[in-house]
């Protein structure tokens, strides 16, 4: 347990965050804001007064506070309750396991929008048990709306 924790926390050298999906999903959201917002906006928006702190979190040099979740979130257009489950597992690495039984299912505005209203529609909120025939399916089909070969993952 102490040595799968220590492989999964293994960082560059005053990095210690940078390969976690937190720092990750912060770059890729920041640089798609390039040209609409600066980084030192983002900063003031969620109560700094210098951008440095973005780019610690970007580079993953410093974990994202619990408390800042809500109005990062908020800064970057992106669904509060998603940004705070990748703090989650950025604040306790090695721990995805606990947090996803504590979270369980839960959905992300953007995903209840697209895949569960739908779903429940089309099924009529019948709550239908899953099939390995819909599971390839959709497998399928959200590959090809992502653009994904068969053979990558997603």
Do not use: C
Request: glycine share 4%; proline share 7%.
């Amino acid at each position: 347990m102490a040595l799968e924790l220590a492989e999964k926390t293994k960082s560059k050298a005053g990095m210690p965050y940078a390969e976690t999906p937190m720092a990750q999903y912060l770059t890729k959201q920041i640089d798609a804001l390039s040209g609409i917002k600066t980084q030192r906006e983002i900063a003031a928006e969620i109560g700094y007064d210098k951008p440095n702190m973005i780019s610690m979190f970007k580079r993953g040099e410093a974990k994202v506070p619990l408390h800042k979740i809500p109005a990062l979130a908020k800064a970057l257009h992106v669904d509060p309750a998603h940004l705070f489950r990748l703090a989650m597992e950025q604040q306790w690495p090695g721990m995805k396991a606990v947090v996803d039984e504590i979270f369980k299912n839960i959905a992300s505005d953007n995903e209840t929008e697209t895949l569960l209203k739908p779903w429940r529609e089309i099924t009529k909120e019948r709550d239908p048990s899953p099939t390995s025939q819909m599971a390839n399916i959709l497998a399928r089909a959200f590959r090809e709306i992502l653009g994904v070969a068969p053979s990558e993952k997603v």
